[in-house]
């Protein structure tokens, strides 16, 4: 039999001889692996997606500490500060159709999602607090991601010991509905030391995912290029996980 035949003749039989197969028992042994396979990756998915725990407003802490950067003396961050970050912009740019540069004005106008969330910090402290900001889906959507793109990156205005604070998600975090541009805690602008005037609020990850001194949204294909190439200033310093997933 020729090649192309012997395939049709298969395609046909494998159709006609489906429920054969599957009646008999190695075939329903695998059919069953890849049905538990499937739903095995499907939980993934729909976990990835499931909401962060959110508490009621009398769970909040008296004092949410900072930790890291806390009062950013580099660049024009100061003088920004001093200004009381009339000036302050933030830009979403790289692989979008429409870059934004957004005032402080233009982010509060926006439809706000308020969260009261813990925040756990792998140097072994939590803290809850309420934020408030847009969703991030709703910035990407505006500036309209390019196919190519497959993580955003988070620019900050901090230097700490002299290098750039930056981080990165996936598209399943960035799209996440907790995940939010924050620019209240408890229902006050930002203090300096929790990030000052935008952080990012990534309910689903570890503390040093929640980019402070949010300067800039940035989307790539990859993160080979951006500074260390491991997606995140602890993660390229000290190996912390890129997935801090909890
Ligand atoms: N820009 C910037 N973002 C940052 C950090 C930082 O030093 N600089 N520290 C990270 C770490 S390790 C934690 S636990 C949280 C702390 O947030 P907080 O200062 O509001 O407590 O911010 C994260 N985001
Ligand atoms: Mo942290």
Redesign the pocket.
Known sequence: MKRRGFLAVLGAGFVAGCNKFADSDAGSKLLGAAEKWHKNAHDLLMDRKALAPEFPRSAISPF???????D?QNGDYPAQADAGFADWRLEVRGLVEHPLSLSLENIRKLPQRTQVTR?????G?S?I?EWTGPQLSLLLDAAKLRPEAKYIVFR???N?NGQD???SVDLIDAYHPQTIVAHE?NGEPLPI???APL??RIERQ?????????TAIEAVASLDDIEGGKGG??EDRAGYQWYAGI
Do not use: T
């Open positions: 949410f500490r900072g930790n890291g950067s806390v950013p925040h756990d910090c792998v140097e402290w803290a607090g900050c205005a901090d700490l604070y930056y981080e805690l030391r929790n990030g952080r990012m570890l503390g040093y995912k929640h980019a402070k001194y949010l200033y602890w």
